[in-house]
């Protein structure tokens, strides 16, 4: 079993940063990757930036490329994603994701954290 906790999001202004953390715990050496997905109202869920548990391969979408870095503590089985140049179309839900099966980005896996809500308005 693996549980995955999301840290505070909350209100930024264009052009801020923000950083959220995930906390996975259970069977963490069972990762092949994690990633960050968020969902704005009336989208669906996009996967947003993405690493391989075991090596550095990472994924990001394109509409963040060059302003969000994803990164990993693997002593602390935390992850993060730092977010820079925020933009009010960043606004959602952001919610961290594991999987234990593969490390195609196109899949998301099983596990999901509870999600935190990011909004960059001024």
């Known amino acids: 079993q693996v549980w995955l906790e999301e840290s505070e999001g909350g209100l930024v202004q264009p052009g801020g940063s923000l950083r959220l953390s995930c906390a996975a715990s259970?069977?963490?050496?069972?990762?092949?990757?994690v990633g960050w997905y968020r969902q704005a109202l009336g989208n669906e869920r996009e996967l947003v930036a993405g690493i391989n548990w075991r090596d550095s391969n990472t994924y990001y979408g394109d509409s963040v490329k060059g302003r969000f870095t994803i990164s990993k503590d693997i002593v602390k089985s935390m992850v993060y994603l730092q977010m820079n140049s925020l933009k009010p179309e960043d606004t959602a839900v952001y919610y961290c994701n594991a999987d234990d099966r593969s490390t195609t980005w196109d899949i998301p896996g099983d596990y999901w954290g509870q999600g935190t809500q990011v909004a960059v308005s001024s």
């Open positions: 259970g069977n963490v050496f069972s990762f092949h990757k």
